[in-house]
């Protein structure tokens, strides 16, 4: 801020657009405190059925009793791990197959109607033969969460890779630039931003997969504590389940907004 290189009106709109930053990110924990505050409060005076909804209360109770039993660390552990792997795999070859498809235009004009359909298809559908090809497991959970995210890494990252300024491109090209050259001197670079928002999306899209995965086929993580928790009416281990997986999915996006930072930087 002191930097002598900075104008007087560069620095008032530094020392502006730090006012704001932090402005929001008190909104955002001030919102949270007065979301769990309402609620714990409409619980106490019994406007709402605490049985039903829960409270943060006993979510907390919820949480230390789970700590108690040993379990919490090695179900998050569980199913932490599911939804990286699922995660990294889904963007990885997601990308992948984003980067061959821009190469051919023909084969990319075969595969995109399929690619669509099968992004349209009910996915907790196909568990049952997950199940049956696979067997039940981590590899099967792994698999749904991949089978979840990997055809939104594929439409956006190409999406991405399509809306590239095309002047740029007809530049490069009248330079004699080759078509590897091109991907990886102007597409891949000009299409950071759109990695990042695929990266954004898939991370909510991972944390969907798994759970879906332990819903069909698990014996432990979070998903797993949601069914038991349903099955026998403990509402409070639903909620608290829900709660962690929030504080999570929060975490790992919090993760790629600094990747962003640093990318962009």
Not at 18 to 46: D, S
Request: hydrophobic share 55%; with cysteine; proline share 2%.
């Amino acid at each position: 801020m002191k930097n002598a290189n900075y104008s007087k009106e560069h620095i008032l709109y530094l020392k502006k657009k730090r006012r704001k930053a932090v402005f929001i990110n008190l909104a955002r924990v001030g919102l949270l405190v007065a979301v769990l505050g309402i609620w714990e409060l409409l619980a106490q005076l019994k406007v709402i059925d605490a049985f039903i909804t829960s409270s943060p209360s006993r979510v907390c109770i919820t949480i230390a009793d789970l700590y108690k039993n040993g379990t919490l660390f090695s179900h998050i552990g569980i199913t932490l791990l599911e939804t990286f792997i699922g995660f990294l795999i889904a963007v990885v070859l997601g990308y992948s197959i984003a980067v061959l498809l821009y190469m051919s235009d023909a084969v990319r004009k075969v595969f995109e109607p399929y690619i669509v359909v099968l992004n349209s298809l009910p996915k907790i559908a196909l568990g049952p033969l997950i199940i049956i090809w696979i067997g039940t497991g981590y590899t099967s959970i792994i698999f749904m969460t991949v089978l979840v995210a990997i055809i939104v890494c594929i439409m956006n990252t190409l999406t991405g890779f399509l809306s590239v300024d095309k002047t740029k491109l007809t530049l490069m090209k009248a330079m004699g630039a080759s078509k590897q050259a091109i991907l990886f001197k102007l597409i891949i670079p000009a299409s950071l931003p759109s990695l990042i928002n695929t990266l954004k999306v898939a991370v909510g899209l991972a944390w969907i997969g798994s759970i879906m995965g332990e819903y069909v086929a698990s014996r432990a993580g979070l998903g797993y504590l949601i069914v038991y928790g349903g099955q026998v009416f403990k509402l409070d281990l639903v909620m608290t389940s829900t709660f962690i997986l929030c504080l999570l999915a929060g975490g790992m996006y919090g993760i790629i907004t600094l990747i962003e930072k640093k990318l962009t930087k």
